[in-house]
């Protein structure tokens, strides 16, 4: 959890109040109160604390001086959440928010004091910095603002942070299933060795979970568990922080080889390091906005799954085979990972067709201006995620996954390449999730003759290398990819 306190600072010296969770807390002349200020134009209950969801909002408690945060007065019965290095006035008493855990205190290797394993690095606030690195915060602040795709967000980080550290390599990453258990989403310099091996201190990666590790010099580290991570790869200097509450967006790990620098290089270390955390919180608050907004989109399309009972969970299992076609075609993972997101809401424009049409049962019953409804909607469904910065890279599956490699699909004719990528791998599979999904008027495809179906539209219906890939999967991974959201499997061949 976050440590917070809030720091009063007096000619006759500072006085911190630790802020406990979950309150409420209140401010003021009153020795009842939890966090005293002994000024008589303080009222006796000032201002009230809350923590909310993670995070602490005041309000005013019907004070006569007033409550205000960073100059700005609270109205009556509003609340206010507050951030790292905010400002709490109550009344002429000025109270500055200091956070520390996740975001905030870092733990540092290579102390003064050989017998302190590490020592604690306060986060800078923003007011703290240089030009130099101000400037880095301001262009990334306006960067994330009008950056449409988490990808192209994680590239622009990894380059601010490379640029406030000067480290040699810096790559964005987060957990996988992988050997190595670690997936480079974004990189710069050599974070792999020769033969491909991941060259960074997992040991690092497993310890940042609740804030940033940075070792200055490994040498001056007490943890032996991550001086022998940093043998290993030969590195002396790194840092590892989360993005997002305990790693949730992943982490950005830096690091500066064998490079050995001055006490006064640590000191640069140190505050490159508060400048990059500060670049990470940045970071991780615009990917929380964008993530709320994905999770809306993906609610909406697992609602359309859900008006025909027929094919509940249809846009996930075809978000599942598509990534697993995609890697069986060499892509590599981005693509993969755009390719299952633009699976999850390629039918989100079915929102847009009537029940009368979407729910009617039976083959060969649609008339054709009922067909015409259907066919509306990729165009749909592409129009209305349009409007979502977040979904701008997944926009050409959504309309082209009806696209035919001859020409004759819909909505646009597009033929062979003109068709996009994401298009023709989930062109192969929506095709075979919907043959194998069983309907009120006939029971789905086996696995066999789903697959034999899929082999005749290769160049007629199917890019030919992609089919290609999908024949190649083996049996039981498309077994797999069939199974119901339900837990009910589609008939085995």
């Not at 959890?1 to 406990?20: D, H, K, Q, V």
């Not at 109205?75 to 000025?94: F, K």
């Not at 006490?263 to 615009?286: C, T």
């Not at 049409?357 to 165009?379: C, D, M, N, Y």
Request: glycine content about 10%.
């Amino acid at each position: 959890m976050t440590e917070a306190s809030l720091i009063w600072n007096r000619a006759e010296g500072t006085t911190t109040f630790p802020l406990t969770p979950p309150g409420p807390l209140l401010i003021g002349r009153l020795p009842t109160c939890q966090i005293v200020l002994n000024d008589p134009k303080v009222s006796r209950s000032h201002a009230r604390l809350d923590f909310v969801s993670g995070a602490w909002r005041v309000r005013d408690a019907g004070s006569q001086a007033g409550t205000s945060v960073n100059g700005r007065r609270l109205p009556a019965n509003e609340s206010l959440e507050l951030s790292d290095g905010d400002v709490l006035a109550c009344g002429p008493i000025a109270l500055e928010l200091s956070m520390a855990g996740a975001h905030g205190a870092t733990m540092m290797g290579g102390a003064d004091d050989a017998k302190e394993a590490f020592e604690r690095l306060l986060a800078g606030r923003n007011q703290d910095f240089g030009h130099e690195h101000l400037a880095l915060l301001l262009d990334l602040s306006e960067t994330l603002q009008r950056e449409g795709s988490e990808q192209d967000m994680r590239a622009k980080l990894v380059e601010a942070v490379e640029q406030a550290t000067r480290f040699a390599n810096v790559a964005f990453v987060r957990r996988s299933s992988s050997a190595d258990g670690v997936e480079v989403l974004e990189s710069v310099g050599e974070v792999t060795d020769r033969s491909g091996h991941l060259r960074m201190s997992r040991t690092m990666l497993r310890n940042a979970r609740d804030g940033m590790v940075l070792v200055t010099d490994k040498s001056g580290t007490g943890d032996q568990a991550i001086v022998a991570s940093l043998e290993r790869v030969a590195v002396n200097q790194a840092f590892c922080t989360p993005v997002g509450e305990q790693g949730r967006f992943g982490f950005l790990y830096a690091d500066n080889g064998t490079g050995r620098g001055d006490p006064g290089e640590r000191d640069r270390l140190k505050e490159a390091a508060r400048v990059a955390n500060a670049l990470v919180r940045m970071a991780a608050s615009q990917f929380e906005k964008l993530a709320h907004g994905r999770d809306m989109v993906q609610i909406i399309a697992d609602a359309v799954d859900r008006r025909d009972p027929c094919t509940g969970g249809h846009s996930r299992r075809v978000a599942r085979l598509a990534r697993v076609i995609a890697k069986a075609a060499g892509l590599d993972e981005r693509t993969c990972t755009l390719i299952h997101d633009s699976g999850r809401v390629h039918d989100i424009g079915k929102i847009s067709v009537p029940d009368r049409v979407l729910l009617k049962e039976g083959p060969g019953r649609l008339t054709e201006s009922e067909f015409a409804e259907i066919r509306k909607h990729p165009q749909a469904g592409h129009d209305l995620l349009q409007a979502y910065p977040i979904m701008q890279a997944v926009l050409p599956g959504v309309l082209d996954h009806h696209e035919k490699w001859d020409g004759t699909g819909y909505p646009r004719q597009l033929k062979g390449e003109a068709i996009s990528r994401i298009g023709r791998v989930l062109a192969v599979a929506d095709v075979f999730d919907a043959i194998t999904c069983k309907r009120p008027y006939r029971d789905g495809f086996p696995l066999q003759k789903a697959r034999s179906i899929i082999e005749e539209g290769s160049g007629t219906h199917f890019d030919p290398a992609i089919v290609k890939a999908f024949l190649s999967i083996p049996e039981a991974e498309l077994q797999d990819c069939m199974e119901k959201t339900d837990g009910a499997p589609a008939p085995a061949a």
